[in-house]
């Protein structure tokens, strides 16, 4: 494997491409090189937990639409999209208890699984055959995946022509046409900015016993809140 790599800009030599370590290689040895104030995405007291979900996330969602993708038979395909979608199932119910995958803060479990949550309806729904459903229609994962993107640092590096032209362009033995669809609509426009998403997880789980619930925030107010 070529990319992604590591490297060394005065030599021009490639100092990692093991894409599995290269990510928590920059969140440990190299926080020296971190902008102040940037958040520990690998917190030692929660590697264990943060590398089984990143390792159930490679397994059946980063790597599970691929093989949906490149299956070459039914079997195989079926297999493939039954696994990622019982993956997703369970994120679903996960997110729907808790704001991100591990702890009360954003950690590489999260960056791992929103490179594929972000370009899931763009391409996997369609171009790999992963059609159960949208990403648009898990309400804890769109909500997940939408609080993400308005993160600093996620969707601000994300170009969404770029992305489809690269997979409908690039893989011909699935779209020998290299048609790329005009769909769907990823306009800025086109994505509702969301409210804190610890309000989103109390409208998942309702009012708590003997408490009345509280006013919801204006339409206004829920933009100027951002995703924070």
């Not at 790597?63 to 949906?68: A, E, F, I, Q, S």
């Not at 409208?203 to 933009?223: D, I």
Request: proline letters at 6%; charged letters at 25%; aromatic letters at 10%.
């Amino acid at each position: 494997m070529t990319v992604p790599a590591l490297v060394d800009i005065p030599t021009g030599q490639v100092v990692a491409n093991d894409f599995a370590q290269l990510t928590l290689d920059l969140s440990t040895e190299w926080r020296p090189h971190h902008r102040a104030g940037a958040p520990d995405l690998y917190p030692e007291d929660r590697r264990d937990e943060i590398d089984a979900i990143a390792a159930d996330v490679y397994a059946d969602v980063n790597n599970g639409v691929y093989r949906c993708g490149f299956a070459g038979t039914q079997d195989a395909y079926e297999a493939a999209y039954d696994r990622l979608f019982h993956r997703l199932d369970r994120l679903e119910a996960r997110l729907t208890q808790q704001r991100y995958l591990v702890g009360d803060t954003i950690t590489e479990a999260d960056v791992r699984l929103f490179t594929t949550l972000v370009r899931f309806d763009a391409v996997y729904h369609g171009h790999f055959k992963c059609n159960r459903q949208k990403l648009t229609e898990f309400p804890a994962l769109w909500a997940y995946a939408r609080d993400l993107f308005q993160t600093p640092g996620f969707g601000d590096t994300i170009d969404f022509e770029q992305i489809k032209r690269h997979y409908y362009w690039v893989r011909t033995s699935i779209n020998p046409t290299q048609i790329v669809p005009l769909g769907p609509d990823t306009s800025a426009g086109s994505i509702p900015t969301i409210e804190r998403r610890s309000a989103v997880l109390r409208s998942a789980r309702g009012p708590r016993p003997g408490r009345r619930p509280r006013a919801s925030a204006s339409a206004e107010q829920r933009v100027n809140t951002g995703a924070g």
